[in-house]
């Protein structure tokens, strides 16, 4: 089993700057791949971005040049920094952990984290 808890969330105004952490715990060796999805309120959940353990990131096009995500070598935790932060960031953002990269990107990750909730507003 694997636990997966999210940090870093709050209530930024618009244009400023986030960071978003995921500590995974558990059986980790089967976790190749973690990234994050946001939920906002009257919407599906969406993708946000990804890394694999070797490195290899996916994002959303909509949030290319606004988020990065990373993960340092073989850290258990992952990281989303999200610069130039608009009102419509706002939503629960949960991060995911999958053995196959695959099922992730397609919103099938096999361990989800609680979420956490980041407000955009002035």
């Known amino acids: 089993q694997v636990q997966l808890v999210e940090s870093g969330g709050g209530l930024v105004q618009p244009g400023g700057s986030l960071r978003l952490s995921c500590t995974a715990s558990?059986?980790?060796?089967?976790?190749?791949?973690m990234g994050w999805f946001r939920q906002a309120p009257g919407k599906e959940r969406e993708f946000v971005a990804s890394?694999?353990?070797?490195?290899?990131?996916d994002y959303a096009d909509s949030l290319k040049g606004r988020f990065t995500i990373s993960r340092h070598g073989a850290d258990t935790t992952i990281h989303l920094q999200m610069n130039s932060l608009k009102p419509e960031d706002t939503a629960v953002y949960y991060c995911?952990?999958?053995?196959?990269?695959?099922?992730?990107?397609?919103?099938?990750?096999?361990?989800w984290g609680q979420g956490t909730q980041v407000t955009v507003s002035s």
């Open positions: 558990g059986v980790i060796f089967s976790i190749a791949a």
């Open positions: 995911a952990g999958s053995p196959f990269r695959d099922r992730l990107l397609a919103g099938r990750s096999e361990y």
């Open positions: 890394i694999t353990y070797h490195g290899t990131s």
